[in-house]
Every structure is written in C-alpha cells, then in structure tokens.
C-alpha cells in the first residue's frame, strides 16, 4: 500500500466543516469534557479512544439522552466480551425516537414509497399515536419485557410502528423480509420463540405481486410459542382466522407509555447469515444502540431535523434498523418497499429526488450497475438535496467513487462506510469534516479503537492486516440466544486475539488515517506469502464490460499447492473466448499482481449469494474441497440453491 499523498477526490469546504454537528460536538466536548479544541476530527478520534467513558458520557449529554435513573459509572466492566456499559441506569429507546413528535408534530416522520414512486408522509404524531395504541395492545396480549415481537413484514410504515412499540413495552423486535423462505424464516424465527408474529399476505416486487399466504400458514403452524398473529393486508386479503387485524390494533387515541428498561436490555434481535450453520441470533441492547446510533448518526452521518434520510433495505439486513434510527435524531426517514432497479436501473436516483433525500445510501453492487448500465443520475433527476451518497454491503471500487463524483456532483460527499450485523453499526466510515480519497473509507468512528493488526499481534500501519477492535462498543452482542455458557460469542469474534474484537476482514490503515477494506479474511487469497482480499479482484474484473459478477476462490491443495479458480457470470451475449480470458487475466497482472491471476477462468450460469446480497466464498471453498452441499452450506441461507449445484458438479469432476 502507497504512503504517497494523493489529491482528495472531494474536500468539504469551510462552511462545511463548520456547520457539521462533529465540528460542533468537538468545541463542546472541549469546553466541558477536554477534549482536544485543535486538530479536527484525528485529534477527537486519538481522545475518544483514550478517554472512553468522557466521550460516551459527552455523547449521552450533547444529545440528552434521559436516563430515567441514573448510572453509577459509564463502564462497569470494559474487558471484551462481556463489558457492562452504564450499569444502574434505566431509558428506552422509542421513547428517544418519538421525541420530535413533541415539537414537530404535524412534519413527516416517515416517507413511505412503493414501486409507484410517490411518497406518502406519516406526520410524527400519527406515528407516536400509532405506536401508543399498538403498545397498549402489545400489553393487554400479556407481551410483557423481555419477551420476544417477531415479523414477517417489508420495509413499511406498520414495520417501524410495531419495532417502536415493542420497544415501548420492552419487548425484544426480531424481523425476516418477505423474500425469505418459510425454512430461513424458521432457522432464525424458532431460536428466539416470539410471542407474536406480525406478517402480510403478500408484497409487491418488480412490478408483480408475490402471495405469501402459504408462507405465513407454516410459519405459524412451526412457532408453537405465538399467542397472536397480526394480519397486515398488504395485498388486501381478509384477515385470516385466528389473527388479529393491523387496523383494528392501531386505531386508538392513546399516548405511549415507555417501559423503563436496564441499560443493557434486548432491543432486538439480528441474524449471521448463517451460510454455514444456524444464523447466530445476535442480540443488542436497547441502551447501546441508542448510543452508538445516536453518536454515527447525528455526528458521523450529520443528520439532524433538516434531513431526509433515504437508504435502500429491507426489514432482513441490519441498515434496515440504522434506517430506522434516524428517528433519533429527529430526521425525514424514507422507507422503500420494492425492486431497487423498478422500473430501471436508475429506481433510486428517482426515489431520492421525488422524497428531497438528503442522505441517500445503497449498496456498492448498485452503484456499480448504474455505471454499468449508463445511468445519468444528474443529467436526467434533480439531485440537488442530496449532499452525500453513502454506500455499504462491500468496499466500493475507486471506479464508483470516480462514477458518483463524475454523474452525481463534483461537490458530492461520498461516504463509504464498514461495520457489520455484529455491531449493527459501522467501524470506519463517514465523516463531513475530512476528504475522501477514491477507493477510501474516511476514517475510523468516534470511540472505536480501530487497528489493523499482522498475524502475531501488531499493529500495523500501510500494510494490509486483520480488522480488529482493541476496545468496546455499546452496540457490541450482549451475548447470543441459545450460547448459554458464551462459547459461541467468544469463538465469533475473540479466538484469535484474547481480548481483542477480530471482525474477519482485511484492512489498511494508512498514514493519512483513512482505511481500505479488502475483503473478508477468511476467504483470503494467499498466492507465495502475498495475501490479497477477493473484493480487489472483484474490483478490477468487474470493471470489463462483459463481466457481469465474478467470485474468487483460493483452495490449498493436498500436496502443498493452491488452486486459485476465478468463476465469471457473463452479461448477456458476451462470450468467455481466449480474447477475453487474455484481457482478465492482464487486468490482475497489470492492476494488482501477477501472482494473483488466476489458475483457471471458468463461466458460471450465476453467483450464488446470501439472503442479504452478499457473495458466498467460505461455502463455494468447501464444495470444492469435497465437502457434502448439506455439511458445506445452511440451504436456507442462499438466494438461489440451484447455482451450487454448478460447482458441486465441478468438485466431482476434480475429485
């Protein structure tokens, strides 16, 4: 990695930097906490790892989170895992995210857009009502704290209200999209046994509409601990029997009533993608989300009452419940339920200019069709609310940034941002005051000691290493459902370095503080000593117009060798002939390194990825290793099961 400076693509200007709510937050924290007045953002980053509890304790006081009784001290505990955050304390976190309703109460809280493309509002008080009378409900069903609230549900309006009121009654939320089958749903679902299920009938997707009657059927025949169904028709079905109507539970004029819970309560419940066994079920705290959402939000995102927060989700990935948190900070929250490329690919320039977006976020992937595709977000939308574009799901490429900066604006904050369903927040990411390098994440967050560490332990600088955290996080897992004795948390994240967070993705950290991510690493490839992340690959291949997705494997062979397969998925009427085979394999030799072209370019019929979008290498590694597909991979898991037969088929022929 080059410690050479190069130019920013993108430098904030002066008023900027002195408007964004950090620049505010760093002057405050100065006068009342010290820290540090001069030195930006790199110098509040250095004090907000050194003086832990001072700057958690500054963040719960700039955004007056309301402890209803106080803490005895900001850490218990730090040892990971298992640090007590604000132990003594008690809050709740709807309670935190219906607060403009107070002052704001006829201004729009939620956007909802369908595949029509016209946003329709919630005002903040129609949400706060909503909630208050779906929470009495809630309680008179016997719901009571700690039990768990699960659904069946897309990313609607009825998705927020019910989050919000089982958080209100301090119930624990766990959510499935309505693309999951009846077994994946039930592979999360059924560790966690809920109480209540909130579903549909159906969605609508790619201008179909897509009946899940039979679905929601097995899903309540195989969760025997349920005592209610809550029926939302979407598609305008009758109330099936033995459920309860959406409308008749949130037709009451009632004012919430927030259950005060320990600072470290479920609020809700995320899942691993579980490719390679049952998804862990990762619980997270009502106090530390607050806090950490509070914290990327308001200060990293720079969200505030001004803004319209619009990212593409669904209720099955974790941004989906950073999306709702916008609320926190009293922010627009656009919800979009539908194809991210309906009626074309450029859907989402649409959504974000007909909602006023001022944050938009998607995937890197999307990003990467647009270009792909031709896509003239600025010549063909008005973009002009839109200051920052963020992107997540994998490293965006140097080519997307160039793209968004060239298409979009040239005065275009480009955020791409790194975390995980783990911490369901982000470890590096955006910052409104620093410019960003092409290919680069800006920084690491506010509080999070992020390093990147060799094999025996150091730190490492400009050099490619391990993603590890060195300090906790209050949105770091309570603990897992179902690991009683904690084995399995501590075997997710701190086998390899006692005591340190190791995440399983390569980094660097270079000298002028910015971060790139690599890829995952245990999927790495590791040709002759040189280890390289598939996502710099993936990056260089897939930038040839007739590569539509590759996916890299790198297997160490019985005899000592490595076999390093690259499988390519084709655009329609390109042809793998030697012509192409020549320029991929130049593309590695010349773009990254010639150890790192691979022994064999095979066409695959498609990439199989997981539920939430991401490519599956650890599985497709252990297919071609010879293991079983029932011992290799969780079916349950995979978006299109039939695409691993392809490479079953191919460790066969090997065999």
Known sequence: MSTVNPEPLWRPDPQRIAEAQVTKFQTWAAERHGAPSDGGYPALHRWSVA?????????????????????TRVLGDRAMPGAQWFPGATLNYAEHALRAATTRADEPALLYVDETHEPRPVTWSELRRQVGSLAAELR???VRPGDR????LPNIPQAVVALLATAAVGGVWTSCAPDFGARSVLDRFQQVEPVVLFTVDGYRYGGKEHDRRDVVAELRSELPTLRAVVHIPLLGTETPGGALDWSALTAADQEPTFEQVPFDHPLWVLYSSGTTGLPKAIVQSQGGILLEHLKQLGLHCDLGPQDRFFWYTSTGWMMWNFLVSGLLTGTTVVLYDGSPGYPDTAAQWRIAERTGATLYGTSAAYVMACRKAGVHPARDFDLSTVRCVATTGSPLPPDGFRWLHDEVREDLWIASVSGGTDVCSCFAGAVPTLPVYTGELQAPCLGTDLQAWD?????VIDEVGEL????????MPVYFWNDPDGSRYHDSYFDTYPGAWRHGDWITLTSRGSVVIHGRSDSTLNRQGVRMGSADIYEAVERLPEIKESLVIGIEQPDGGYWMPLFVHLTPGAVLDQALLDRIKQTIREELSPRHVPDEVIEVPGVPHTLTGKRIEVPVKRLLQGTPLEKAVNPGSIDNLDLLHFYEELARKRS
């Open 51 to 71: 003086e832990l509890e001072t700057f958690w304790t500054a963040v719960t006081e700039w955004f007056d989170v309301r402890f209803s009784t106080p803490y």
């Open 140 to 142: 008179r069903l016997g």
């Open 455 to 459: 094999p025996s332990g150091r730190p």
């Open 149 to 152: 609230v699960s659904a069946y």
């Open 468 to 475: 590890v955290v060195t300090n906790p996080m209050p949105s």
